[in-house]
């Protein structure tokens, strides 16, 4: 089954559904797909529990607004419903609990957000190290936060979001482990005094934090968690020293920074850069938003990390490109409708690279891990094994995947590519070359039978055997 409009936009997060709305809104037939059970995205996440939907806060609120204006307007919504591969033209396959389906544009906004990187360390697989992105989505979601005593480590503003809600839960952390020092988090407050109302919120979270007594150890990482079926503690290490303390602990947050998810960008072709800032990769595009590809535009943290709000303003912006090149809008009514998102975009900027700075994945640490740390968790691949596989020849990641089986999981990459790139870049000479995975579809675990559906056996036609 093929559903037909003039714009197709993955993801309904604040990008895309801020795109939808700007190409409804000028006229296109616009559908929407995502593959959570509501629009709104990571941060504007729909509670799914009465004990989440009792907690509001200001991300609930505009989660519920989105939410409300996309059902007030022409956008064919289409959640719970997962894309697993697109080709040029743009087709989009895809299953939901109504099987699979195909939909079909000229036209595609890319805005799939985000994925969290964790360094790893000997222990990370250990039942009780979670996200700490996850983290934020649990606390979203269902309205709690596993775990008792609580350990909350990383870098970037998540750390602090993650530690003042867990105070406002009733769990404070029992202790802080950032990465970043002091200074860090000094030379960003000029960039986010940018956007006041943001730098307020920060200060409001470390408020509760300070009234909570939690200690911050700053300048500081996780090395080893501790335990077999459960967490028992976790080992945190002074980056500056090397001293080692250990922590006792039922359950660990840990996350190093966001990479953009830009698996289906990448299976169309659109031209991207080595971006550390962004995340890893940006996908180039012009001030409107436009690819390389004719047709698809790119918004949001899945073509270059820059979070919430900006994120909003570029879907703002593909969604009235894509409805000017349609012919819906003249260059003026563009010009006119897109002029608020771009200067939104402007000013947020110095926030966004403030924030960014705080979460750059601190690719350095990637030497000092142990042997026997697993990089490839649903294949059980270790430093060890990478190193060997780079001893024998693997000087990319599809090599290192045909000697290892790096990447075939589920996730086919997503957790580990980049850490084992950056693995293997400690040992390959060629430092400069994007050593990622070919791209290819499914990018998302499908069910054969989804694909294929319910049909009888008696319907399957059988050709007639070839005359001997
Ligand atoms: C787990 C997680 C939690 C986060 N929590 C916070 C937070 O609490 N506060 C904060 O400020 N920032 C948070 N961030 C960062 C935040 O995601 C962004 O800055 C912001 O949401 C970016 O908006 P976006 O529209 O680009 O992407 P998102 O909001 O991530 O939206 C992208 C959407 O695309 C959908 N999607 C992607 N691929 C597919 C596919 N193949 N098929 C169907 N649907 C697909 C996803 O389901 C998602 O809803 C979080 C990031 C992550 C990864």
């Not at 970043?180 to 934090?209: C, E």
């Not at 349609?326 to 690279?353: N, T, Y």
């Not at 891990?369 to 294949?379: H, K, L, N, Y």
């Amino acid at each position: 089954m093929t559903e037909f409009a003039d714009l197709l936009v993955l993801g309904a997060g604040p990008a895309g559904a801020e795109a939808a709305l700007a190409a409804d809104h000028a006229g296109l037939r616009v559908v929407l797909l995502d593959e959570a059970p509501a629009a709104g995205g990571q941060v504007w996440r729909a509670p799914r529990t009465h004990a989440a939907r009792t907690r509001s806060d200001a991300d609930q609120t505009r989660g519920r607004d989105l939410r409300g204006r996309l059902d007030a307007s022409g956008v064919q919504v289409r959640t719970g419903t997962q894309v697993w591969d697109a080709v040029p033209g743009f087709c989009l396959s895809c299953v939901s609990e109504r099987g699979a389906t195909r939909f079909q544009a000229p036209r595609l906004v890319l805005a799939t957000g985000a994925t969290e990187r964790v360094r790893p360390f000997a222990g990370w697989t250990t039942p009780g190290v979670f996200g700490l992105a996850a983290a934020t989505a649990m606390m979203k979601a269902e309205g709690r936060l596993a775990g008792r005593n609580i350990i909350v480590a990383g870098q970037g503003p998540l750390l602090i979001a993650v530690a003042a809600k867990a105070c406002a839960m009733g769990v404070p952390p029992r202790a802080i482990v950032d990465l970043n020092g002091r200074g860090d988090w000094l030379s960003a407050v000029s960039g986010f005094a940018a956007a006041p109302g943001l730098l307020l919120t920060g200060l409001k979270w470390m408020a509760r934090i300070v009234a909570a007594r939690v200690p911050i150890l700053h300048g500081a990482d996780i090395v080893r968690a501790l335990g077999d079926d459960t967490l028992d503690a976790v080992i945190v290490r002074d980056r500056a020293s090397g001293q080692e303390t250990r922590l006792a602990a039922d359950t660990l947050y840990v996350g190093n920074g966001l990479t953009p998810a830009d698996e289906i960008h990448r299976l169309l072709g659109a031209a991207q850069v080595a971006d550390a800032l962004r995340g890893g990769y940006r996908t180039l595009c012009d001030a409107d938003r436009r690819s390389s590809v004719p047709g698809l535009y790119v918004a949001g943290d899945g073509a270059g990390v820059h979070g919430a709000f900006p994120s909003a303003a570029q879907g703002r912006i593909a969604g009235l490109a894509a409805a000017h090149d349609h012919g819906a809008l003249s260059a003026a009514d563009f010009a006119r409708a897109s002029r608020h998102a771009r200067g939104q975009l402007k000013r947020l900027m110095r926030f966004a690279d403030a924030s960014c700075r705080l979460m750059q994945f601190p690719e350095d640490s990637l030497q000092d891990i142990r042997g026997d740390t697993v990089i490839c968790r649903c294949e059980d691949v270790t430093v060890d094994q990478i190193r060997a596989a780079s001893g024998d020849g693997a000087c990319d990641l599809n090599q290192l995947k045909h000697f290892t089986r790096l990447g075939m999981g589920p996730c086919q990459g997503r957790m580990c590519a980049l850490n084992a790139a950056g693995v293997l870049r400690r040992l390959a000479v060629d430092a400069g070359r994007d050593l990622r995975l070919t791209p290819r579809a499914p990018v998302r675990p499908v069910e054969m039978a989804q694909l294929i559906g319910t049909f009888a056996y008696s319907d399957i036609p059988v050709p007639k055997p070839a005359p001997l």
